[in-house]
């Protein structure tokens, strides 16, 4: 059996929006540089703390995982067998990619979620040139109410919205976590390990066995349900 993510389709609507997104990526980075004021663009940790409704940041910006990432949530789901996933935060659709491969592998369905209009419909094209629309929904909103009607099960969550709500959102969904689902963070590296943020709870949550594994560009923390 050929795996979904070696599909043409998907192969090539992978490769065509991870370039989109890396000259996307070069371009700010160039942009920042030539910033006069770069120097007093605060840390990861602080960015991290912006308001997601800031629409010059977050709208047009695909701000994606790259390949790495995406091979390890493929792989997982299909690890887990997991039919029933859900994506805090899917942008332009690049991960929601790889988790709707796994889905239709595992016979599955990803729930995303998007605060934005205009990268819904561009992940849903997304997901339509990849022959994958029959296994993804991206609801529209705030994921809090978007993604809070869901009734379970789930398999794997896949965080990687606004950060200071990774900790709200999970706490929706936990209760309808089968046994040894998987919840995947992205981007770990931009919190500081205080008490009450997400890098620190989760870590320490009974709950969870997690590590934190650098991967790619990006810091993901891993963690299976145990209860
Ligand atoms: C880091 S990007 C996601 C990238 C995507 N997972 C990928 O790898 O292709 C974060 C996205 O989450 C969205 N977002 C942040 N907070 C949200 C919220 N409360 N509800 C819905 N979407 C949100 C932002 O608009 C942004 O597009």
């Known amino acids: 059996m050929t795996d ?3 599909r043409d389709d998907v192969v090539r609507t992978l490769e065509r929006e991870h370039g989109e997104a890396r000259v996307q990526a070069e ?3 160039q942009a920042r540089e030539a910033d006069n004021t770069a120097n007093s663009e605060p840390p990861a940790a602080r960015r991290t703390q912006r308001d997601f409704r800031q ?3 977050y709208q047009h910006a695909y701000l994606a995982i790259g390949p790495p990432q995406g091979a390890l949530l493929y792989m997982l789901a ?3 067998g997991a039919r029933h996933i859900v994506e805090f935060g899917s942008s332009f659709g690049i991960s929601t990619l790889y988790l709707a ?3 239709e592998d595992n016979d599955g369905r990803v729930i995303g979620s998007e605060y934005y209009a205009n990268k819904r419909d561009h992940a849903l ?3 339509a040139d990849a022959g994958l629309s029959q296994r993804a929904e991206i609801r529209l909103g705030d994921a809090r109410e978007t993604l809070g009607d869901i009734t379970g099960p789930v398999d794997l969550v896949f965080l990687d919205g606004h950060k200071p709500l990774y900790l709200p959102v999970l ?3 936990v209760d309808q976590l089968t046994p040894g689902a998987w ?3 992205d981007n770990l590296d931009h919190f500081d390990e205080t008490p009450g943020d997400f890098r620190h709870e989760i870590l320490r949550d009974a709950r969870f066995t997690t590590r934190l594994m650098p991967i790619g560009r990006g810091m993901f923390s891993v963690s299976r349900y145990c209860d």
Do not use: I, S, Y
Request: net charge neutral; hydrophobic share 55%; proline share 0%.
């Open 4 to 6: 979904t993510l070696d």
């Open 27 to 29: 371009a700010r980075r």
């Open 55 to 57: 629409a010059e940041h």
């Open 78 to 80: 299909r690890a887990a």
């Open 101 to 103: 491969a796994a889905a």
């Open 125 to 127: 094209g997304n997901l």
């Open 171 to 173: 706490e929706g969904l």
């Open 183 to 185: 919840v995947v963070a």
